[in-house]
């Protein structure tokens, strides 16, 4: 295997990668570069200056994992990587320190003048007058954003004798309190309320273009804004505006709406009182080696066959949600991949419904691996990551329940598939930890250890059926490991079925010549993932 490190990424990277695969390690490249190459390779990493691009990710014909060595992948073009079926990953921790200094660092260095006052002073002049700034004590700091980062600055301006106002919708008054800060629930409650603020969020559609020239009039006069996420958060032409109007006292800025294209921003010429640096957030030895360790140990692990800590496009299997329902993963997809075998028509509905241990629980990661077992049996190509793009694309409704109803198990899961056709319902269980079993299927009440090769023969109740199906498998030289045999529940019922464990392939001449046997009904081979 082999890995592409492009973007000046911290050689200890290819140190913990080369054990599972080549790393090469090569200069920044336009798309048409990128192009011509990354079919050799099964990952790629990269930091902010290569845009991962549809037309590259195409290219890429054996990539499994694209990282990224810091906190945004907005570069990288997460939809076209899902689809097909390309975990991508970041560090959303490794730059938080770097990050939140810089944060404070422009804010301080703005609200002292710190840049026109080295400037004169290297000049040979004395302005002291001239450069009068303003203190943070006492100030109100405004902080968009209360994750990992915009919560370290607040800890920090809080040291400093700030006050703090919070604004964040996905975190709740109780949590922001608690942390010592003020709670708003709409940003129309924010504005007005600040002297600084600072925005720690991911450009969205949502957040591009959140401060602008509607917004900042909401803003005191003399407010300060400081940008250190990404660029096009604040438009820039509306901040030149309203720092040339006065109505913004200064600004701080590290990212850009064109980077590295910086000689095209208004904010270069803009005649006031700002702070511009070129992307520095991340920029410091200790976060460069944090998120070159971080996501190099993530491509090694999934090139390894393991799992990705922090993979963007796949949330439903990050580590806390996985760990749970960890031991269930492989039955689920187990499950879902003998119930289309069983079924005939076009899949329409999936219905999931856990009960024991499962019943409280987030079962999502379960969904996804139910999702990629129906998916995988017929399509190629199919993993956890775009087995619900394409589930979704194809127009199949998943519908999720949980039981509190008793059962025999440690934690069971049931898939009802409903085709155009028809409906096969099959159930999957843990009769302790480590032990999986197929526990249903249809109206039979089964104990089934999953193998690659099973054959499924319904037939009518009645002496030397087992005889018969054996002599067929034996005289075709497939060996049969074990073999389970239930009535439907109801003792009078004389149909039965049949679920034999064999080592082998068995292909439509077996299935033929078993259907031939008296009594036996439409015998299907089923392959399952073990």
Known sequence: MKVLVTDK????????????????????????????????????????QTKVTPKIIEAGKNLKIIGRAGVGVDNINLETATQRGIIVVNSPDGNTMAASEHTIALMLAMARNIVPAGCSTKEGKWDRSKFTGCELYKKTLGIIGFGKIGSHVGEVALALGMKVIIYDPFTSKEIVEKFGGEYVETLDEFWDKCDFITVHVPKTKDTLNMINKDTIAKMKKGVRLVNCARGGIINENDLKEAIENGHVASAAIDVYENEPNIAECPLINCQGNIVLTPHLGASTK????????????????????????????????????????????????????LAVQLSTGAVKTIEITADGDLADLDIQPLEVAILKGVLSARLEGVNYVNAPVIAKNRGIDLISTRSKAKTNFAGRITVKLITDKETTTVAGALVTKDIPRIVKINEYETSIRPETHE????????????????????????????????????????????????????????????????GVHNPKYVKLTV
């Open 455 to 518: 054959l499924i023969v319904p037939h009518t109740n009645k002496p030397s059926m087992i005889a018969q199906v054996a002599k067929v498998i034996g005289e075709k030289g497939i060996n049969i490991g074990s073999m389970n045999v239930v009535q439907k529940n109801d003792k009078h019922e004389t149909e039965s079925i049949m679920v034999i464990n064999i080592d082998t392939v068995a292909g439509d001449e077996v299935l033929n010549e078993i259907s031939q046997i008296d």
């Open 9 to 48: 990424i911290n050689e200890s990277a290819g140190k913990i990668i080369e054990g599972v695969a080549q790393v090469d390690f090569l200069p920044t490249m336009s798309e048409d570069e990128l192009v011509k190459i990354i079919g050799e390779y099964d990952a790629l990493m990269v930091r902010s």
């Open 286 to 337: 200790e976060a460069q080696m944090n998120v070159a360790i971080d996501v190099a140990e993530q491509i090694r692990d999934v090139l390894s066959g393991g799992s990705a800590s922090s993979a963007v496009n796949i949330p439903s299997l990050r580590p806390d949600k996985l760990e749970p329902v960890k031991d269930y993963m492989q039955i689920a997809e187990n499950t879902g991949e």
